[in-house]
């Protein structure tokens, strides 16, 4: 069965600390995306991945950046926390077949203080 | 401008009866893929039903069905026999190519409540 672990349920963190999101896929997959989720603005991309090691930008990239050194693995890191970053954050990754879809994780509950 | 529109932000349905819950989309891309996805209280998303724009039928997957209309640009799901399980937000998503890949664009999501 198809699997997405994201390493916190829920995380609180400090404004200024450097936080870093994990998310290990254990299906092979080669695409892998990160979302985040705010009341009343659904689900929003912020990076995604379609290869070990590429990035592309999603619709809200400022404030993040992302890693991908390994297929299984997709981590999120927010430079600098802010208190605007407080959100559901959303790991999902996907078959390179683009009819199929994506497989979320958990998400992790994050709050920055 | 939006290109997955959810107009109904909550919804109420009883136990047992049918509920339709309403997309529309906007793209110029003549080959794109529509997503639903539920997702319960407890935060995880779950994929339910996939239409592709080529595909000659409505999609359906057990009590779940999709009344896809492509001149209308509208991709409706349907919940037969309601359960009270059943009660979750409702996200209606399309795949949109960007860069080297494809990734998808959700609405704002449906809040179903079943009553018993």
């Known amino acids: 069965d198809v699997k997405v672990t994201q390493s916190s349920r829920y995380l609180v963190k400090r404004t200024g600390e450097k936080v870093f999101l994990e998310c290990v896929q254990d299906m092979d997959h080669e695409n892998m995306f990160w979302y985040r989720q705010d009341p009343g603005l659904g689900l929003r991309l912020i990076y995604f991945?379609?290869?070990?090691?590429?990035?592309e930008k999603g619709d809200i990239p400022e404030g993040y950046s992302v890693s991908r050194e390994k297929k299984e693995r997709f981590s999120l890191i927010l430079e600098s926390a802010s208190t605007n970053q407080t959100s559901m954050y959303l790991c999902?990754?996907?078959?390179?077949?683009?009819?199929?879809?994506?497989?979320f994780g958990d998400g992790t509950r994050l709050s920055i203080l | 401008a939006q290109k997955i529109t959810q107009t109904q932000p909550g919804m109420f349905v009883q136990e047992k009866e049918a509920v339709t819950l309403d997309c529309t989309y906007d793209?110029?891309?003549?080959?794109?893929?529509l997503f639903w996805y539920k997702q319960p209280s407890s935060g995880e998303m779950i994929f339910l039903i996939y239409q592709g724009s080529y595909d000659q039928q409505n999609a359906t997957e057990g009590r779940y069905s999709l009344n896809f209309q492509k001149a209308r640009k509208s991709a409706n799901l349907v919940i037969s026999a309601s359960q009270l399980g059943d009660s979750a937000m409702y996200f209606c998503a399309m795949r949109e190519r960007q860069g080297g890949s494809e990734k998808l664009v959700f609405g704002k999501g449906t809040k179903l409540t079943v009553n018993p």
């Open positions: 999902a990754s996907r078959l390179w077949d683009r009819d199929q879809p994506q497989h």
């Open positions: 793209t110029s891309d003549p080959s794109y893929g």
């Open positions: 991945s379609y290869d070990v090691k590429m990035k």
